[in-house]
């Protein structure tokens, strides 16, 4: 069954414990974190402390995806703050071979993240490094924008690149009820939801639909 990863950018952040309790409580495999830095994403959101003081509030897997440049000097920051999964961009930093080997140096599971016209190649000599691979349906920085439909064609390839490494396959970025269907159609594993989720107060009703 795919996987659904709430993203708590859409959450009350005046209330974010009680928000991730919430989602944990209501089905969410993964809790997505969206971390920006106003310098690679046009927008500003939280970092390291933020992710400590939410981790005794779920022990499901913190997914936590990073849209900072750059990223490297960070990383351990967000391992100490108790993230399960660190996603780096690949357009966030020169060396993304050794971002990846500073996330697994940790003991930690290593993510690639893929804005919507970034080519599959960058992929192809880093997949035995990767444990998951975020495809960005969206322009990364804002929740509650539309899904860009040439992203279900990325996932497909990426399926097949994939083979049967076991590699999650996550699509990030306008992911609705609507279109869940044709996603996991095309070889999504994970769907990250921020809209979707928090749109209305029962959470566990909308992460249903989106399975
Ligand atoms: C966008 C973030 C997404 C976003 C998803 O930069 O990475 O995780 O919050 O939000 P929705 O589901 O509303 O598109
Ligand atoms: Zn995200």
């Known amino acids: 069954m795919v996987k659904v990863a709430p993203s708590i950018l859409s959450a009350d952040f005046a209330r974010l414990g009680e928000e991730v309790r919430a989602i944990d409580a209501a089905g969410a495999d993964y809790i997505h974190v969206d971390v920006m830095d106003g310098h690679f994403v046009p927008n500003i959101t939280i970092g390291p402390a933020v992710i400590k003081a939410l981790r ?9 995806h990073l849209m900072i440049e750059p990223v490297d000097p960070y990383i351990e920051a967000f391992v100490d703050a108790g993230s399960d999964i660190i996603t780096v961009h690949a357009e966030a930093g020169r060396h993304i071979d050794r971002s990846l080997q500073l996330i697994r140096s940790f ?19 880093v997949l035995d490094k990767l444990d998951l691979i975020l495809v960005m349906s969206v322009n990364p920085g804002f929740g509650g924008q539309s899904f860009i439909p040439a992203a279900l064609e990325k996932i497909r390839r990426i399926r097949t690149l994939v083979g049967d490494r076991p590699i999650e396959i996550e699509i990030d970025g306008g992911v609705t009820a609507d279109n869940a269907q044709d996603i996991v159609a095309a070889g999504a594993d994970v769907l990250v939801a921020g809209s979707a989720v928090f749109r209305s107060p029962d959470y566990a009703a909308n992460i249903r639909a989106l399975r």
């Open 56 to 64: 005794p509030h779920s022990r499901k897997v913190f997914d936590v």
């Open 107 to 125: 003991g930690r599971k290593a993510g690639l993240s893929l804005n919507p016209a970034t080519p599959i190649g960058v992929l192809d000599h």
